[in-house]
C-alpha cells in the first residue's frame, strides 16, 4: 500500500451536478467554507463543469463572484475546476483567444487547479488550455490533464499508457483518469495505474470515478494499492449513487492501514454534519431523485452512462416509443462502434443516444443522420479513437471523403467574439468577466445582466423613498 493519499473534494461541484443537477447556490454552503478551508484536502472542486451555466440558467448568480467568494471564504486550499478544452464550459469549440482569456480570468478569480478534458482525448483540443494555465500560472497553479475513459477494443492499458506519455511531454503538472460512467473495475484500475507509474515515474496520478454501477470503493482501493496519488471524494451524505465515494468512509478505511492523507477527521466530520439537512432539503423537494442516489449495474453491461440514459428516456417517452427502449440500448454499441468508440461524455454521449434511437424509431439504420454526428465524420469534433465505419464514412462524406482538421484550424483564427460581446451588451458589461459569461452562455448571460440592474435600480429607488 500507498504511504500518502490525498482527497479532493467534489460536494461543491461534481456531487452537486451528480445528484442534484448542479442547482445547489452558494448561499446554501457559504457558512461552512471557513471549515472545510482547515480540512486538510488536496483540492476542493468548486468550479466548472456545469456549475457556470447553471449559476447564470437557474440561481440568477453571477459565476465569477461565487468563485471570488469561495476564494475569500477558503483562502488555504486548492480551488479546483473542470474545462472541456476547446470548449470551456459550453457545448461549442471557442477561437483560441477565447479559451486563453477564459483561463487567464479563471486564475485571476482564484482557481489554483484547472483540469482539462476533451471528450475524443484529441489532445490538440486542451493544448491551448494549458498553454494559457502556464502563461497565467501563480505559484500554486496546477495544471491537471485529464484522459477521458472509457472500454473498447481500441482503449487498451497501451494506448492509455501513451496518452498519459503525451500529456507529461505536452507539460501537464498531474494526470487524472476520469471515469464519468463509473465503469472502471479493480482490476482495470490497478492494470491502468501500474502501468502509467511505470511509464510516467513520479507525476501525481488522480482517479476520478462515480458510484454509479457500485465499483468506486473497490475500485478505488486497488487504485490507491496500485499507486495512485489523489483520489476524488464527496462528503458522505453527498456521496454514492452517481456521485462519488464517500470522503470520510474512505479516510477511515485508509487511516487502519497506517495512510496519511492529510485529513483532519472532526474537520470531515463537521462538512457532513453541516450539508445533511441541505440534502434532507432537496430530497423533500424532489430536485434529489432517489434514483440518482442508487446502485444501477445497467452501465456495466451496455457501457452507458446513468445520465445517458434518463436522456434517452425522456426522449423516448416524448415521442411515446418506450416500447422500443430495449432495441435502443441495444443499438448504442453498433453507433458507439460505427464512430470509432468515442468515449460516452459530453456531447459524444447525447449525439450517440439520439443516432441510436432514431435508428431504431426509423426501422432502417442511418436513414437520417443528425447535424452532429455528420460534423464528427467531417473532422469537428477531432480525431475518433478508432475506424470509424468506412461505409457511413463514404454516406456522409462521399466516395473516397476523408475528415478535415477544421476545427483545430478554425480554433486558431482569432475571433471578433470580444468586440461582438461589448457591443451587444453596451453599459450592461461591466467586466471582463461579463464579457466572457455573454461569449459562453449569451442568451442566459444577458437576462442575467438586466435582472442585476433591475434589482439595483429597486434598491436605489427604495434607498431614495426611506430618506
Ligand atoms: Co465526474
Redesign the pocket.
Known amino acids: 500500500m500507498k504511504k500518502k493519499v490525498q482527497f479532493t473534494e467534489?460536494v461543491l461541484r461534481?456531487a452537486n451536478?451528480?445528484l442534484m443537477a448542479t442547482r445547489l447556490p452558494y448561499s446554501d454552503y457559504a457558512d461552512i467554507l471557513p471549515t472545510m478551508d482547515k480540512a486538510g484536502y488536496y483540492s476542493v472542486e468548486c468550479w466548472g463543469?456545469a456549475t457556470f451555466d447553471s449559476c447564470l440558467r437557474y440561481l440568477g448568480e453571477d459565476p465569477w463572484e461565487r468563485l471570488r467568494s469561495i476564494r475569500k471564504n477558503m483562502p488555504n486550499t486548492r480551488l479546483q475546476m473542470?474545462l472541456r478544452g476547446q470548449n470551456l464550459l459550453g457545448y461549442k469549440h471557442y477561437h483560441d483567444d477565447v479559451v486563453e482569456k477564459f483561463v487567464e480570468l479563471s486564475i485571476k478569480n482564484g482557481i489554483d487547479v484547472i483540469r482539462i478534458f476533451d471528450a475524443l482525448n484529441d489532445f490538440r483540443n486542451i493544448k491551448t488550455a494549458l498553454e494559457a494555465t502556464k502563461k497565467y500560472a501563480t505559484p500554486r497553479t496546477v495544471a491537471s490533464g485529464c484522459i477521458s475513459y472509457t472500454q473498447s477494443p481500441v482503449h487498451t492499458v497501451a494506448k492509455y499508457v501513451e496518452m498519459c506519455k503525451e500529456l507529461k511531454s505536452m507539460g501537464f503538472d498531474t494526470i487524472c483518469l476520469?471515469?464519468?460512467a463509473g465503469t472502471m473495475s479493480p482490476n482495470e484500475a490497478e492494470g491502468l495505474i501500474k502501468g502509467i507509474k511505470d511509464a510516467i515515474g513520479e507525476m501525481p496520478i488522480i482517479l476520478?470515478?462515480?458510484c454509479t454501477t457500485g465499483m468506486a470503493y473497490m475500485t478505488l482501493m486497488k487504485a490507491i494499492d496500485s499507486g495512485v496519488d489523489v483520489i476524488?471524494t464527496a462528503t458522505s451524505c453527498f456521496s454514492n449513487g452517481t456521485s462519488?465515494a464517500a470522503t470520510e468512509t474512505m479516510f477511515y478505511a485508509l487511516q487502519q492501514y497506517g495512510i496519511e492523507t492529510g485529513l483532519n477527521e472532526e474537520v470531515i466530520n463537521k462538512v457532513n454534519d453541516y450539508f445533511k439537512p441541505i440534502k434532507q432539503k432537496y430530497v423533500d423537494s424532489g430536485l434529489i431523485n432517489p434514483k440518482s442516489m442508487a446502485t444501477d449495474s445497467q452501465a456495466l453491461v451496455y457501457k452507458v452512462p446513468g445520465g445517458m440514459l434518463s436522456n434517452m428516456i425522456a426522449n423516448l417517452k416524448d415521442m411515446n416509443a418506450m416500447d422500443k427502449f430495449d432495441e435502443a440500448l441495444v443499438e448504442i454499441p453498433n453507433v458507439r462502434k460505427d464512430l470509432g468508440y468515442p468515449p460516452l461524455v459530453t456531447p459524444l454521449s447525447q449525439m450517440v443516444g439520439n443516432q441510436a434511437v432514431t435508428n431504431v424509431l426509423m426501422g432502417e439504420r442511418y436513414k437520417q443522420i443528425s447535424k452532429e454526428i455528420k460534423n464528427y465524420f467531417k473532422g469537428e469534433y477531432g480525431t475518433a479513437p478508432g475506424e470509424v465505419s468506412s461505409q457511413l464514412q463514404a454516406k456522409i462524406l462521399g466516395e473516397g471523403g476523408q475528415p478535415t482538421d477544421c476545427r483545430i484550424e478554425d480554433s486558431k483564427r482569432t475571433g471578433k467574439e470580444f468586440q461582438k460581446a461589448r457591443e451587444a451588451l453596451g453599459d450592461l458589461c461591466r467586466s471582463e468577466e461579463d464579457m466572457m459569461s455573454y461569449i459562453c452562455f449569451p442568451d442566459q448571460a444577458e437576462k442575467f445582466f438586466q435582472e442585476r440592474l433591475a434589482k439595483e435600480e429597486n434598491v436605489a429607488t427604495y434607498t431614495i423613498t426611506e430618506a
Open positions: 467534489t461534481d451536478q451528480s463543469g473542470l476520469k471515469d464519468m476520478h470515478t462515480h476524488d462519488q
